[in-house]
Nanobody, 121 residues
Framework: QVQLVESGGGLVQPGGSLRLSCAAS????????MGWYRQAPGKQRELVVD???????NYADSVKGRFTISRDNAKNTVYLQMNSLKPEDTAVYYC??????WGTGYDYDYWGQGTQVTVSS
């Protein structure tokens, strides 16, 4: 059984910063792609950024230059540093990871429970 647990959301003023964390735990053989998605009220869930195990990244245009993804493979953890936050960044942020469990032989996409980020004065 595998679980993703996110933390670090909250309320921040425009121009402020937040750091999200997502830790994977359980019967994990390997983790490949990890990433962050977000869903604002009334909108579809969208990719914010993802990263491969080797470190290649893919950012949404709306967050380039403001958000930075990083991962600690030894801790099975991915981070999202969010700077220069804007009201339009307000959303529930979800972590996603492609994880191969012990004895499975294939990757399966797991999602975290989501953490609320609100940017408002």
């Amino acid at each position: 059984q595998v679980q993703l647990v996110e933390s670090g959301g909250g309320l921040v003023q425009p121009g402020g910063s937040l750091r999200l964390s997502c830790a994977a735990s359980g019967s994990i053989f390997s983790i490949n792609a990890m990433g962050w998605y977000r869903q604002a009220p009334g909108k579809q869930r969208e990719l914010v950024v993802d990263t491969t195990r080797s470190g290649s990244t893919n950012y949404a245009d709306s967050v380039k230059g403001r958000f930075t993804i990083s991962r600690d493979n030894a801790k099975n953890t991915v981070y999202l540093q969010m700077n220069s936050l804007k009201p339009e960044d307000t959303a529930v942020y979800y972590c996603k990871a492609a994880i191969m469990g012990w004895g499975t032989g294939y990757d399966y996409d797991y999602w975290g429970q989501g953490t609320q980020v609100t940017v408002s004065s």
